[in-house]
């Protein structure tokens, strides 16, 4: 079995040439059946990469100590989630499922695109072809999963602890599925400007791949941050740390791209602008894979440090971002510049999206670069934390937040600033109430967090008046305004989904961040603290023996107004003897949005304990806003409007719909 | 306004605006970001009390002293020099005698350093890299067991 996928994954690098090179010459010869040959041979190499996969995961599965990979990972105590997901928890595996994912969405432009013009589809798989190649060497070369041991070794070294958590099955699929995602639309825009032609149905293509890649990416962010949250016990949910923020840049570039599409789709104008902002995307994810794979950085993702599997991901990052961009160089001028707009419109609107959205993405990458760039240029260390973004990050996303509602409120075109405050008037209201009560009658708060409370409350409400403003409140009759509601295109409930969630998660972050309380102090058994109103008391210290590990385990008792226990919380201290590893297992009591949050210390001489205790209020919202996103995306996705080869329908919905904001 | 002007002035606002951004981004680069030093580069870098560095070195052997509460004092060293190093909260789980740590804070006026976080990263050899290459650097580097 193993040798099979061995053998797979060397016959999926060669198919994958063929890939790249007979498509590509096909669209230039026009030939019919060299281009054809694109589809069947992308399928045919996304089976063979699964086949290699599935051989490593079953290595896995079965404990086969005799593959290097395995035994550097793996342990045959370790519970069967985790040994399966102990298959991308390391490098090679997880860079096999990188390129898993790379061929499915390549298989999948060529089990769906039967529609497209043929060179385009031509030319897609062919760059899909070659980022596959490209990684497929990377993989071979450097970072080969299938290498044997002689003689195998009896038992396993174990998964890094801290990566045995339920969190490692969701995050790198969730993150693989946005990061790999956007290399269509830079597959489609290199593609593009191969033939130096570009239309309004290109747009219409990209922008369902931008959503799925986008949905997932803004999932994977999600579910890794919460992930951080509760597995290092540290409380925080977001560190500004150069890994995350190597998944953020691509969210922040991929958001303004899903923004210029809609222009360019609609209207036909940013074509030249959102070309680049795909292939800036992807080259923000292949930048991503760099930092975290090189081992430039050190962090629970930098598994191994291997200098030449940095400088051969360089070069892999230099070949296709250097070549994307010296082909946008080179052919960007022959594409023609798009339709006029005035500024105040829905256009405008999602220009100054843009303006605000790609610099705050310019200021992370250099937030996250310059400590790079300085220590290899002068080798002074330094280290660039929330202190720094949040003076440069910040700045940019409030005002950006601000305008949020107006955008969908704009007709396109020429909008009507006045119209649309008229119709926020309520939503501005609740905001200011919101402002009002959180400063006058919440102890302890500040100017700023008064503020940040109406903001989000603002955007909340911002993006409810969309929707009914679209489904006519208060202008016509309940009866025709619930079946404009439901007869709105689904990529206007999709709109202000994703404009909810995103107040939904800042309001979670403002409220942990400004009202959340945190005590450090030693408990011993049958102590009770207060925090916030809640009665905790430490029950005390039970040692207990897990599959492959041993743990103290601290409980805790949440007291209830009349004194009698009304739920429980416990953290542990695990020891994992094969790694000689202790990792601290954070207790956690979800509270209607909130969470109490309780992280153990170190034992002292006389028997009392250092425990953490945080009260984090609405904390939930920060990733329940980020599903409120997804789920919006998938509701843009479900618009009919999106399918290619669906128009019939459209026109009649679109009339009786949205008289007031569709052209 | 003709076309053109509003053209321009579109573009100059946009150049203003991204103008604004790179210098608040410098300016931040300047004030927020912490500089790291080893024990012995103390001596000859002047870093005032209350300015925000992360200090890194080994965790002196014998040094490590759990005082009243939460509150932890030990020594970081490079072999060279030691820091007295004060945290209160609960130590990362891979800190222990011997091994990296990186520490961030500031100097009290008691030349005491109060560190508000400590880290101890997950690296194979329980070495963040900034103390690993300051320590080779100081020629004081040993190999480590390699397991």
């Known amino acids: ?663 | 306004m003709t076309r053109k002007q509003k053209r321009l002035s579109v573009i100059a606002g946009g150049l203003a605006f991204l103008g604004a951004a790179t210098g608040l981004t410098f300016y931040a680069l300047g004030q927020k970001a912490s500089y790291f030093y080893m024990p012995a580069d103390l001596t000859t870098a002047s870093v005032q009390p209350g300015q925000r560095i992360r200090l890194g070195g080994l965790v002196e052997k014998g040094t490590i002293q759990r005082g009243q509460g939460a509150t932890v004092a030990f020594s970081v060293t490079d072999t060279h020099k030691s820091v007295k190093v004060t945290y209160t909260g609960i130590l990362p789980d891979l800190f222990r005698e011997e091994q990296g740590v990186i520490t961030e804070g500031t100097f009290g006026p008691d030349g005491v350093f109060v560190a508000d976080s400590v880290l101890a990263k997950h690296d194979e050899r329980y070495m963040p890299k900034e103390v690993a290459d300051g320590l080779k650097a100081k020629g004081v580097w040993q190999e480590s067991k390699s397991d």
């Open chain 1, 1 to 663: 079995m193993v040798e099979t996928g061995h053998f797979a994954l060397v016959l999926a690098f060669a198919l994958s040439l063929v890939q790249t090179i007979v498509p590509l010459f096909g669209a230039r010869l026009n030939n019919q059946r060299l281009m054809a040959v694109g589809g069947p041979v992308a399928v045919t190499g996304f089976a063979l990469t699964a086949l290699s996969f599935a051989a490593l995961a079953s290595a896995y599965a079965s404990s086969d100590f005799s593959l290097a990979n395995v035994w550097e990972n793996s342990h045959s105590l370790q519970p069967m989630i985790y040994k399966i997901t102990g298959t991308w928890g390391n490098h090679e595996g997880s860079m096999l499922l990188w390129v898993l994912i790379l061929t499915f969405f390549g298989a999948l432009v060529a089990a769906f695109g039967s529609n497209l013009p043929a060179t385009l589809r031509a030319n897609v798989l062919a760059v899909q072809g070659a980022i596959g190649a490209a990684f497929f060497l990377f993989i071979l070369a450097t970072s080969n999963p299938f290498i044997r041991l002689n003689p195998a070794p009896i038992e396993g070294r174990d998964l890094n602890p801290v990566l045995q958590d339920l969190g490692l099955a969701i995050h790198p699929p969730l993150l693989y599925l946005g990061y790999v995602g956007f290399s269509i639309c830079f597959s489609f825009s290199v593609a593009a400007l191969i033939e130096g032609r570009i239309d309004a149905s290109w747009a219409r293509w990209v922008r369902p791949w931008t959503l799925v890649a986008w949905m997932f990416l803004t999932g994977g962010i999600a579910m890794g941050s919460y992930w951080a949250y509760y597995e290092l016990g540290w409380g925080g949910f977001w560190f500004w740390d150069p890994v995350e923020n190597a998944s953020f840049m691509p969210w922040l570039a991929g958001t303004a791209l899903l923004h210029s599409a809609i222009v360019m789709e609609k209207r036909s104008a940013l074509k030249i602008w959102t070309l680049l902002l795909a292939i800036l995307t992807f080259s923000l994810s292949l930048l991503g894979t760099f930092l975290v794979r090189s081992g430039v950085l050190t962090s629970v993702h930098a598994f191994a440090t291997d200098p030449t599997r940095g400088v051969f991901i360089l070069c892999i990052l230099t070949l296709f971002i250097g070549g994307s961009l010296a082909l946008f160089a080179l052919r960007a001028s022959r594409l023609t510049a798009g339709g006029l707009f005035h500024p105040i419109s829905r256009e405008g609107a999602l220009v100054l999206n843009n303006l605000f959205l790609t610099t705050a993405t310019a200021t992370v990458l250099v937030g996250t670069l310059y400590p790079l760039a300085l220590e290899a240029l002068t080798g002074d260390k330094i280290s660039v934390g929330a202190p720094f973004f949040d003076l440069t990050f910040g700045p940019l996303m409030l005002p950006l937040l601000a305008i949020v509602p107006f955008g969908p409120l704009l007709a396109w075109k020429r909008g009507d600033v006045i119209a649309a405050s008229q119709r926020l008037m309520a939503a501005f209201a609740l905001a200011l109430g919101a402002v009002l009560v959180t400063g006058l009658f919440v102890d302890g708060a500040s100017v700023f967090a008064a503020l940040g409370i109406g903001l989000a409350v603002w955007l909340v409400a911002g993006a409810l008046t969309d929707l009914a403003v679209k489904s006519g409140v208060g202008s016509v009759a309940p009866s025709v305004m619930f079946r404009r509601f439901a007869g709105l295109p689904r990529s206007v409930f999709g709109t202000a989904l994703a404009h909810l969630g995103l107040g939904l998660t800042l309001l979670g972050i403002v409220a942990t961040l400004s009202f959340g309380t945190e005590k450090i102090l030693t408990m011993r058994a049958g102590e009770t603290v207060e925090l916030s109103g809640h009665t905790l008391r430490f029950v005390g210290l039970y040692p207990t023996q897990g599959p492959n590990y041993s743990e103290d385990r601290g409980r805790f008792e949440l007291i209830g107004v009349s004194g009698s226990p009304v739920g429980e919380i416990s953290s542990a201290k695990r020891f994992f003897p094969v790694r000689q590893t202790t990792t601290t297992e954070s207790g956690i009591k979800t509270l209607g949005l909130s969470q109490l949050y309780i992280s153990l210390g170190d034992e002292n001489k006389d028997g009392s304990v250092v425990v953490r205790l945080w009260w984090k209020p609405l904390v939930t919202l920060i990733w329940g806003g980020g599903l409120v996103m997804m789920a919006g995306a998938a509701m843009s996705l479900m618009d009919r409007r999106l399918r290619v080869g669906a128009p019939s329908r459209r026109r009649k919905q679109a009339s009786t719909a949205a008289p007031v904001a569709l052209p």
